[in-house]
Structure formats: structure tokens, C-alpha cells
């Protein structure tokens, strides 16, 4: 008997971690030559100036674009032939210049694992971010649309720090359900977004939940649930959202301001960005 109800036992894990197994759904693993664009088959580039709500200054600029700061032979975003996607923002005869590609349209994500690999400079001002918008934006606008930013990185974090933060009807904006994340020391060295490695930030999302992590999705920082909402609100998540990669410049507000030690430029690397699913 014993014998029999540990070989079922056995089976019964084993089934149950088959039915965790995560497989990969789609990917970006930005391995192109040297110089060359991101896929159009999985990637839009935005044109203009970023939302004035946010007190953003850079002109998003489209690849071979030479109106207002954009330059060519200075691209926003290109592949470095060594697996990375860079963004690169860029101060240019008094403005900025910068990239956000998104895949809405291409590729969206209802349920399963969300992540990015990504390498980062800190700077006065500076604003890059990893994040997802609802697939229904252009029917409902935002935030009913719902917004989950699973990273951001802004001056007043300091280098150490990132944030992963939620926006709907009624909780967006400086009312948004936010976490923030202070990377631990390693052999007596405060972690940094500039170490010169790169960190993996993601998501884990199923109905009415989202665990979002650092590096080990086994261990979520940040845990936000229907629970966690105002009263009177509701939750907006259950539906599909695309990626957006970006780096902002910001002259007030959460990004900061640019000032006197604000580098010249600012770059983000992004090695890839994955989707999971649970099969």
C-alpha cells in the first residue's frame, strides 16, 4: 500500500509540474547586424513629441528621420551586432531625441510571463522604461485601457532603485498602485541599474493577479491584486496588452528634470524581451 501511494504521489508532482512547465511564445532576441533596425514584422516605431502630461522634453524619432532633432547618422534605436537593442537618447542643438517602439498590433500578451533583459544608465531626467498598454486603447482610451509598467527607472530612485507600478480608471497617474525595488549588495557592493550588467524585470500575470520580479521570477518583489485597488475602482487587466520599450527625458514632474550633470546621451540596452505561457 505504502509503495502504491507513493508511486501515486510521484505522478500526481509530476503532473503537476508538467502542468507549470512555461513555454516560450514569442520572442525578441535582437540579433541582427550591426547598426541594423528591429524587425517591422514585430515592432512600430512612435513619431513625436512624448506626452506633455508628463512633462516630457525628446522627440521620438522614426528610423532615417531628419525633422527637428532627429539625425540619422545619430539613430535613436539600432542593433549593436552583439544581441542588444539600444535606445538612445540624445541632447541635439537644445532638444532631445529619443526612440519608443511598441508591438501593438503584432504581438500582445493576455495571461502567462513577461520579461525583459535590460542594461541602463542613470542621469538627471532620464526616464527609460519597460511597460504594457491594454490592446483596447484606441476604443477606450487610457487608463480604462489599463496600463502595468513593469519597470521604470527615474532620478529620484537614485541608482539603485526601480519601480513596477499599475494604472486604471480612477488610480493613474501619481495615484497608481506602485512598488519600487532596491537592488541588494553583492560582496559589499550596492547593486546598481549601472553595474555593467544586465538585470531581467518581469511580470507573472493570471486573472486578477500580477507578481512582478527582478532576475528570479520564483521570488516576486511585488504582489497587486483586485485587493489592492481603491474602493469604487476596478480592475482593467484581464484582457490582452502589448509592449512598449521607451526612454523619456523628462523637465519636471516623476522624471525629473534635466540639468547641468545630465549626460549628453543615455542609452538602454535590451538584450531581449521573452512571452511565456503556461501549457
Not at 512547465?21 to 514585430?42: I, K, M, Q, R
Not at 522614426?62 to 539600444?86: I, K, S
Not at 486604471?168 to 553595474?195: E, L, Q
Request: glycine residues 10%; aromatic residues 14%.
Amino acid at each position: 500500500m505504502r509503495t502504491l501511494l507513493t508511486l501515486l504521489a510521484a505522478l500526481l508532482f509530476t503532473g503537476i509540474a508538467q502542468a507549470q512547465t512555461w513555454h516560450l511564445v514569442w520572442s525578441d532576441e535582437f540579433n541582427g547586424p550591426a547598426n541594423s533596425l528591429p524587425s517591422a514584422t514585430d515592432w512600430d516605431f512612435e513619431r513625436g513629441w512624448g506626452p506633455q502630461g508628463n512633462h516630457e522634453i525628446e522627440w521620438y524619432c522614426q528610423p532615417h528621420e531628419h525633422e527637428g532633432p532627429c539625425d540619422d547618422r545619430q539613430p535613436n534605436a539600432f542593433l549593436d551586432g552583439q544581441g542588444h537593442l539600444v535606445l538612445h537618447a540624445i541632447h541635439h542643438n537644445q532638444l532631445w531625441s529619443s526612440a519608443r517602439l511598441n508591438t501593438q498590433g503584432k504581438h500582445t500578451l493576455l495571461y502567462g510571463r513577461v520579461e525583459a533583459r535590460l542594461r541602463m544608465e542613470p542621469g538627471a531626467g532620464f526616464w527609460p522604461a519597460f511597460w504594457l498598454l491594454g490592446d483596447n486603447i484606441d476604443k477606450v482610451g487610457w487608463p480604462t485601457s489599463g496600463e502595468q509598467d513593469i519597470m521604470e527607472w527615474v532620478q529620484k530612485y537614485g541608482p539603485n532603485t526601480t519601480s513596477s507600478t499599475l494604472h486604471g480608471p480612477g488610480y493613474s497617474g501619481g495615484k497608481g498602485i506602485s512598488h519600487t525595488y532596491t537592488f541588494p549588495a553583492v560582496n559589499g557592493v550596492a547593486g546598481r541599474i549601472d553595474d555593467g550588467n544586465f538585470h531581467t524585470y518581469g511580470m507573472t500575470w493570471s486573472k486578477d493577479r500580477m507578481e512582478f520580479y527582478r532576475d528570479d521570477p520564483a521570488k516576486p518583489y511585488a504582489v497587486i491584486t483586485p485587493a489592492d485597488l481603491p474602493p469604487g475602482t476596478h480592475w482593467v487587466y484581464n484582457h490582452p496588452f502589448f509592449v512598449i520599450l521607451n526612454f523619456a527625458v523628462g523637465e519636471a514632474g516623476f522624471a525629473g528634470t534635466v540639468d547641468a550633470t545630465t549626460p549628453p546621451t543615455g542609452r538602454m540596452w535590451v538584450d531581449y524581451v521573452r512571452f511565456y505561457q503556461l501549457q
